[in-house]
């Protein structure tokens, strides 16, 4: 494999503007996701209201199902192009700048105040920031965790997690595309694009993506989902989405794989439910024949939904009217949409923890504190990133963002 692989015919110029659009959606839903943890029964998040409810479970499911493997899917994508620009060593080069140094960056200045405030809710713990600093850093060596290789008592990547799994899965790629055999990955990726023609047979790439959630189980603190499914899912948008014959097939069967996947779900979530509420029992992990079957039906129905969403989005586009003056605006709107994901990404956590914090002190109903943390989470993360991020040179960089001439 080399760093132009695929034929001319998959490397159009075109900019896959409803990915853009897509990337922006999920980083946004991802505010509406997290404040409802707060509220959330079931999970443990750095901020909890004292009133909780059961329902959040069910909405949840409904968006990481497909949320967080599309932006896996799309960063495969990327992959693909930049590497095709840059070969492998620059690449490597390139991942490491824009998403190793933000990384190390928000390690540093944002990732310990979560973890604080879930300190500072017990009313008995009165450590400063800077007190508890040090016991944040305190960390050690754990390889067997792989690619999360330290661990502390305090210490965690928090929601960076799709950072560190996608920097790793890209350095990894790197050196595989140099050393990989060009003809030998040309036929592979013909193979998986011709198993996917027949009608509906696209469908059976969710195959390898159930079986790891089967028997790897899921994982609660990476977005429901097994790091290796991820893993699946970003080697799909490298190897496929780029094909014309492949972008094809997802249209011809988005509709199927819509029935399909909301199939599957109606049946998944009820048995999700009944499977995780014995004592004892935890449907991410346990063995159980139900548990089992629960979490291939959840690796299928996230495929499914993948190829539904990409397959609607991948619309023809008529060509534009030549006396008619180009439309500037979506154009600027979908430029600023894509240089700001990863920025409004590595925000977006602690501003709604820290805005959570505070209003669930309220003696107010759970839609009112949850309208107030989403409706100031937004305005706070947009608003930072717009001043205080994406106007200078060094805070671009530090936030992985690419000169405006940059191309």
């Known amino acids: 494999m080399t760093a132009g692989t695929g034929s001319s015919r998959t490397a159009t110029g075109e900019r896959r503007t409803e990915l853009d659009a897509m990337r922006a959606l999920v980083v946004v839903g991802l505010v509406f996701f997290h404040a409802s943890l707060v509220f959330d029964s079931r999970d443990d998040f750095y901020v909890k209201n004292a009133e909780t409810t059961d329902i959040t479970f069910v909405i949840a499911a409904l968006c990481v199902i497909w949320a967080m493997p599309l932006l896996f899917l799309i960063a495969g994508l990327g992959a693909w192009h930049s590497l095709r620009r840059r070969g492998p060593g620059g690449f490597a080069v390139e991942r490491l700048a824009r998403l190793g140094v933000p990384l190390l960056f928000a390690l540093v200045t944002m990732l310990p105040v979560p973890q604080w405030l879930r300190l500072r809710a017990d009313p008995g713990y009165h450590e400063s920031y800077l007190e508890f600093l040090p016991k944040f850093f305190a960390v050690r060596p754990d390889p067997g965790d792989f690619p999360f290789v330290l661990e502390g008592a305090y210490f965690e990547t928090g929601h960076l997690w799709f950072v560190v799994l996608l920097l790793a899965f890209s350095l990894v790629l790197a050196p595989l595309v140099r050393w990989v055999p060009r003809g030998w990955a040309l ?176 003696q107010a109903p759970i839609l009112v504190e949850y309208a107030v943390i989403v409706a100031l989470s937004l305005v706070l993360t947009v608003a930072v990133y717009d001043v205080l991020v994406r106007k200078t040179r060094v805070t671009r960089f530090l936030f992985g963002m690419r000169e405006p001439t940059a191309r």
């Open 187 to 362: 036929r592979s990726r013909e193979r998986l694009v011709a198993l996917s023609q027949p009608r509906g047979a696209i469908l059976l790439l969710g195959l390898p993506i159930a079986a790891i959630c089967a028997a790897a189980g899921l994982e609660e603190a990476f977005g429901g989902w097994d790091r290796w499914a991820y893993l699946v899912f970003f080697l799909y948008g490298f190897l496929l989405v780029t094909d014309p014959a492949f972008r094809a097939a997802l249209r011809r069967n988005r509709r199927i794989a819509a029935v399909v996947g909301a199939a599957l779900m109606l049946v998944g979530v009820p048995g999700f439910i009944i499977a995780g509420d014995a004592p004892g029992a935890d449907a991410f992990t346990d063995l159980t024949p139900l548990a089992v079957g629960m979490r291939t039906l959840y690796g299928l129905a996230g495929w499914c939904w993948l190829v539904a969403i990409l397959g609607a989005l991948d619309r023809p586009r008529p060509a534009p009217a030549p006396a008619r003056p180009p439309n500037r605006l979506p154009a600027s709107v979908s430029a600023y949409l894509a240089a700001a994901v990863l920025p409004l990404y590595i925000l977006h956590q602690p501003i709604v923890v820290a805005v959570a914090y505070f209003v669930t002190g309220w």
